[in-house]
């Protein structure tokens, strides 16, 4: 998903940007396929292939050109230089193990939802899909972490968001009319955590807390469990309560964190 802007762009690298985005959506890419995919000449692609091989980036393989592990490098700078990860990992772990399910650590990216850190307690359930999550960006409507940052976000961030990217319907429980959405954030502000009844996966409930630098929204951390294992009070009370204690820590992590080489993500 790229993010449209009205600013200037350099084609050069809108067309390398275009052709890493071809070779990641189809797991790699041959030079055929990706002529057949970007309306450019093939001596255009194969330079800007080049081009990407050289800085690492890509590499050939027998089957075609694929992302390098370079961008592994680049994602973990990223994580370890932020100010939330750092303040809040160990908290996350902690929930992991207390709960013995998913906990996330999600945080806004033009518009949509990333996970900078996940964990799995004991009887976490659908890592497998968890894993494969890990590489798109997630739709926030849908969410518990989602919706609890878009109740703290400007409305007209919120308006904007909406506007770019839908009410997409994940499964029968999809909150996919725009009025509905928005009284939905506002319970989720007054009750200071939202719930997600299988609104994304079926079978999965969760739940999302806010994580707040004095009254900005930096992310949310959140729990996800099967339906059979997320009713009543521990839906509800109990691990709202948990993710409410965790959020408070990781506050206080970041406000008494004085690194000046991390970035407030």
Known sequence: ??????????????????????????????????????????????????????????????????????????????????RLY???????DNVAEETGEIVHLMV??????????????????????????QEE????????????ILAHLPDSKVAKIIGDHGLTKMTDNTIVDREELLDNLEEVRDRGYALNYEEEVSGIRAVGVPI???????????????????????????YPQILKQAANIIEINIETSNSESQQLL
């Open 1 to 82: 998903m790229t993010k449209e802007s009205g600013g200037r762009e350099i084609k050069a690298v809108k067309k390398s940007c275009k052709i890493l985005q071809t070779i990641k959506e189809r797991e790699g890419a041959t030079l055929s396929e990706l002529t057949e995919e970007i309306d450019l000449s093939v001596g255009t692609i194969h330079t800007h292939l080049t081009t990407l091989e050289n800085f690492g980036l890509v590499v050939e393989k027998d089957k075609g050109f694929a992302l390098s592990y370079q961008f592994i490098i680049y994602g973990e700078h990223v994580r370890n230089h932020s």
């Open 137 to 148: 960006l997630e739709y926030l409507h849908c969410t518990a972490s989602g919706k609890t």
């Open 212 to 238: 707040f630098k004095e009254e900005e929204i930096l992310g949310s951390i959140s729990i996800s469990a099967p339906t059979a294992r997320m009713q009543d009070s521990k839906f509800t009370e109990d």
């Open 108 to 133: 806004e990216h033009n518009g949509r939802e990333v996970s900078l850190y996940e964990t799995w307690g004991d009887n976490a359930v659908a890592t497998d899909y968890r894993t494969l999550m």
């Open 86 to 92: 750092n303040a809040a990992k160990e908290e996350v």
